[in-house]
Nanobody
Framework: QVQLVESGGGLVQAGDSLRLSCAAS????????MGWFRQAPGKEREFIAG???????SYAASAKGRFAISRDNAKNTVSLQMNSLEPEDTAVYYC???????????????????WGKGTLVTVSS
């Protein structure tokens, strides 16, 4: 059973940057498809960014140009660098992992085998 633990959330102001990290146990992140989702109050959980085993990345339209997902195989972590944060980015951010294969670069909720418990990001205006 893969366990995912997020860290790095907090309260920031609009325009600030924040870096989230996800530490995985029991399996190397390089053997999984990893991703980040977020869920704002009253909204559905949505895909933000993903990184394939090959290192290829994909992003939601809302994240392109502002967010960057990366993987550190030595530390067995996946990170999400978030720049130019906006109040609309306020949400609980979840790390996610897929153990199988996907035929598309983006992740859907139903693809996910493992979830972290989430970390709260609050962006004030």
């Amino acid at each position: 059973q893969v366990q995912l633990v997020e860290s790095g959330g907090g309260l920031v102001q609009a325009g600030d940057s924040l870096r989230l990290s996800c530490a995985a146990s029991e399996r190397a992140v390089s053997t999984l498809i990893m991703g980040w989702f977020r869920q704002a109050p009253g909204k559905e959980r949505e895909f933000i960014a993903g990184i394939m085993r090959s290192g290829g990345t994909s992003y939601a339209a809302s994240a392109k140009g502002r967010f960057a997902i990366s993987r550190d195989n030595a530390k067995n972590t996946v990170s999400l660098q978030m720049n130019s944060l906006e109040p609309e980015d306020t949400a609980v951010y979840y790390c996610a992992a897929v153990r199988g294969s996907l035929t598309k670069p983006t992740l859907n909720y139903g693809d996910i085998d493992y979830w972290g418990k989430g970390t709260l990001v609050t962006v004030s205006s």
